[in-house]
C-alpha cells in the first residue's frame, strides 16, 4: 500500500457470489466505508437523465461522472446497500429497467469509463474502505494490501437467485437461471477489458455450501481482523 493511503479491503467475484452482502457485513464490522462499484454506471445515467445530459453526450457525461456526490449505506443482510445521490435515496430508482438501459449507453464510452475508474479511487478515504466488484483488485486498487475474490458453483448462485426471487414473488425457472449465469460468466471471463479473474495475490473464497456467517469469518480472517 502506497505511504499516506487509506486502507483498502477488495471483493471481486461473479454475480451470486454472495459479495455484495459480504461487503456490507465488512464495512459495518470494520466501520469502514463502502463502494459498490456495479452501481456506478446507473449513478452516472441517472444524474445526466437528471441534470439534462444527453446520453451521447461524451463530455457532458464526463463532468457527470467525475462529480457523482454518492455514498453507500449498509443495510441489514440480504438488502442491497443503500445508494444515496446528492442526498437522496435512489436504491430502487437506480435499478429500473429504464436506468439499466441507459447505464449500458454510458459504459460504452471509454472516456466516461476513465472518468468513473478516478471516482472509484476517490472512495478511497480514512478510515479505509470495502469494495465490492468485478476488477477492485486488479484494476481499480492493484495495490490493495487486502484482496478477497469470493466465488461459489454456479449451481449454488442459481439456487439463491431462485431463491430470492422466489421470495419476491417471482416466477423463475432454475434451470433458465442456470444457463444465464454459465453465459455471463463466459463473458465476463473472456472480455478483452477487465476480465473477471482474480488478481495474482488474492485470497480465493469458495463460498459453496457455507453460511453467511462462515463466509464472513474467513473473510475477517483473511483481512486479519479474526
Same mark, same amino acid.
Given at each position: 500500500?502506497?505511504?499516506?493511503?487509506?486502507?483498502?479491503?477488495?471483493? $471481486?467475484?461473479? !454475480?451470486?457470489? !454472495?459479495?455484495?452482502?459480504?461487503?456490507?457485513?465488512?464495512?459495518?464490522?470494520?466501520?469502514?466505508?463502502? &463502494? $459498490?462499484?456495479? *452501481?456506478?454506471?446507473?449513478?452516472?445515467?441517472?444524474?445526466?437523465? /437528471?441534470?439534462?445530459?444527453?446520453?451521447?453526450?461524451?463530455?457532458? &457525461?464526463?463532468?457527470?461522472?467525475? !462529480?457523482?456526490?454518492?455514498?453507500?449505506?449498509?443495510?441489514?443482510?440480504?438488502?442491497?446497500?443503500?445508494?444515496?445521490?446528492?442526498?437522496?435515496?435512489?436504491?430502487?430508482?437506480? +435499478?429500473?429497467?429504464?436506468?439499466?438501459?441507459?447505464?449500458?449507453?454510458?459504459?460504452?464510452?471509454?472516456? #466516461? +469509463?476513465?472518468?468513473? &475508474?478516478? +471516482?472509484?479511487?476517490?472512495?478511497?478515504?480514512?478510515?479505509?474502505? #470495502? @469494495?465490492?466488484? /468485478?476488477?477492485?483488485?486488479?484494476?481499480?486498487?492493484?495495490?490493495?494490501? #487486502?484482496?478477497?475474490?469470493?466465488?461459489?458453483? *454456479?449451481?449454488? /448462485? =442459481?439456487?439463491?437467485?431462485?431463491?430470492?426471487?422466489?421470495?419476491?414473488?417471482?416466477?423463475?425457472?432454475?434451470? @433458465?437461471?442456470?444457463?444465464?449465469? /454459465?453465459?455471463? $460468466?463466459?463473458? $465476463?471471463?473472456?472480455?478483452?477489458?477487465?476480465?473477471?479473474?482474480?488478481?495474482?495475490? *488474492?485470497?480465493?473464497?469458495?463460498?459453496?455450501?457455507?453460511?453467511?456467517?462462515?463466509?464472513? !469469518?474467513?473473510?475477517? =480472517?483473511?483481512?486479519?481482523?479474526?
Amino acid at each position: 500500500m502506497s505511504e499516506g493511503k487509506a486502507p483498502v479491503i477488495t471483493v $471481486d467475484g461473479p !454475480g451470486g457470489s !454472495g459479495k455484495g452482502t459480504i461487503t456490507q457485513m465488512l464495512a459495518r464490522r470494520l466501520g469502514w466505508h463502502l &463502494l $459498490d462499484s456495479g *452501481a456506478l454506471y446507473r449513478l452516472t445515467a441517472l444524474a445526466a437523465t /437528471r441534470q439534462g445530459v444527453a446520453l451521447d453526450n461524451e463530455a457532458g &457525461l464526463v463532468l457527470v461522472a467525475s !462529480g457523482l456526490d454518492v455514498s453507500f449505506e449498509p443495510t441489514p443482510p440480504g438488502e442491497p446497500a443503500r445508494v444515496i445521490l446528492a442526498g437522496e435515496d435512489v436504491t430502487a430508482e437506480i +435499478r429500473t429497467e429504464t436506468c439499466g438501459e441507459n447505464a449500458s449507453k454510458v459504459a460504452v464510452l471509454q472516456a #466516461v +469509463r476513465d472518468a468513473l &475508474l478516478q +471516482r472509484q479511487r476517490d472512495f478511497r478515504v480514512l478510515p479505509g474502505l #470495502v @469494495a465490492d466488484g /468485478r476488477d477492485m483488485g486488479t484494476v481499480v486498487f492493484p495495490d490493495a494490501p #487486502v484482496k478477497i475474490f469470493l466465488t461459489a458453483s *454456479a449451481e449454488e /448462485r =442459481a439456487q439463491r437467485r431462485y431463491n430470492q426471487l422466489k421470495d419476491a414473488g417471482v416466477n423463475v425457472n432454475i434451470a @433458465a437461471l442456470l444457463d444465464e449465469i /454459465r453465459v455471463r $460468466d463466459e463473458r $465476463d471471463i473472456n472480455r478483452s477489458a477487465a476480465p473477471l479473474k482474480p488478481a495474482d495475490d *488474492a485470497q480465493v473464497i469458495d463460498s459453496t455450501g457455507l453460511s453467511i456467517e462462515e463466509v464472513l !469469518g474467513r473473510c475477517m =480472517a483473511a483481512a486479519g481482523q479474526a
